[in-house]
């Protein structure tokens, strides 16, 4: 699936001295003046609005921010030595990035109670407006009622959901059931009564089918060709005429305190998906013989004009009988069934339906 970028938006992050919320691009704690250590993330904020400033997109693609080895300050990516102690940055260890830090949404985010006073204040406050108190992240936005309509409800569908559920785990228990009277055999000794054979040739004519294909696999002579633009196969790239499909967006940590926004989209190609007449060898009629006995013949067959022979099918039956029941078994082949002879004693598999699963004679 491909990427699609958005764009860049400033991230967050909480100063674990004074529990401030500081911009992205700050190393510094707006709060207290602490240094952002290393283990601190960054956080999507609680209203997201794409940068606009190219220096900060460039700093973004600049590459993840380091850390200092020797006093733990940020620096960016381009730079050769520590801004606050002078130290060379080779020994120093860059921000990881790469990682999904949240949903990228415009959306304005609840509001945000003040632990400390009580005070309501904008979803995107940082500081208390009233005592100036740091603020943590707004509570996740309340699902909109069009979406609360489509979540699982309780009451009446609840019951027929069960009701359901109870006649699904019935029918899969009958089927056990069957699956298993059929899988349960007996063996019995039987003997052969006669030997029924039939074979049959099925006979193939030009008669016009209708089909289905893509236009550019249209068969010669296709007739009464009528197409539709249908779905044909989705791509990781674009396609001309192709349309672009894309998920919700979301933001990537770019480890310099700014999200890279990103979609994962695909592009679907839609084609011409045509119907058509064309002429195709079809089975017209079959002629069969059948008979008992040992010499089965093939049934004649006439041809009449732009017909041909097609498929030859041939069957044989040894009818055998243990007590008062009948039982008949289906052989593979000639050779077998020239063994069915009146009188031969034969070993057979019956399963719980009175079903032959297998036979062979009794030495």
């Not at 992205?24 to 602490?34: E, I, K, M, N, P």
Request: charged share 20%; proline share 6%; with cysteine.
């Amino acid at each position: 699936m491909a990427q699609k970028e958005v764009g860049f938006v400033e991230l967050e992050w909480t100063c674990p001295v004074c529990k401030t919320r500081n911009p992205g691009t700050l190393t510094t704690c707006s709060g207290c003046g602490a240094a952002q250590p290393k283990d601190v993330q960054f956080e999507t904020p609680g209203q997201a609005e794409l940068i606009k400033d190219q220096a900060k997109i460039d700093q973004a693609n600049a590459g993840p921010d380091i850390h200092c080895a020797f006093c733990g300050a940020r620096n960016q990516a381009t730079a050769k030595v520590c801004h606050q102690c002078g130290a060379d940055l080779t020994q120093g260890k860059a921000r990881e990035a790469g990682k999904v830090v949240g949903a990228f949404s415009t959306a304005a985010p609840a509001e945000i109670k003040c632990t400390s006073c009580g005070m309501l204040n904008p979803g995107a406050a940082k500081l208390c407006t009233r005592c100036g108190a740091p603020l943590g992240k707004a509570a996740p936005a309340p699902v909109p009622q069009a979406a609360a309509a489509l979540m699982p409800t309780t009451g009446g569908s609840g019951r027929m959901t069960l009701v359901f559920i109870a006649i699904a785990i019935l029918v899969v228990v009958g089927l056990c059931g069957v699956v298993f009277m059929a899988f349960r055999t007996s063996d019995k000794v039987a003997t052969a009564q006669e030997a029924r054979w039939e074979r049959s040739i099925a006979i193939m004519g030009l008669v016009p089918v209708r089909d289905n294909a893509w236009r550019d696999e249209l068969p010669a002579g296709a007739d009464s060709v009528s197409c539709r633009q249908q779905f044909r196969f989705s791509s990781d790239s674009p396609q001309p005429g192709a349309k672009e499909v894309c998920g919700t967006p979301y933001t990537k940590d770019t480890g310099t305190g700014i999200g890279r926004v990103v979609q994962d989209c695909e592009y679907q190609v839609y084609d011409d998906m045509c119907s058509y007449t064309t002429n195709q060898w079809s089975v017209v009629n079959t002629v069969k013989s059948q008979g008992l006995g040992f010499s089965p013949n093939w049934p004649a067959a006439s041809l009449a004009g732009a017909q041909r022979l097609g498929d030859r099918a041939e069957n044989y039956i040894c009818v055998l009988s243990e007590g008062d029941k009948t039982y008949s078994l289906s052989l593979r082949s000639q050779a077998e069934y020239e063994q069915c002879k009146a009188g031969t004693q034969w070993k057979i598999e019956v399963n719980s339906f009175g079903d032959v699963v297998s036979g062979q004679p009794v030495p």
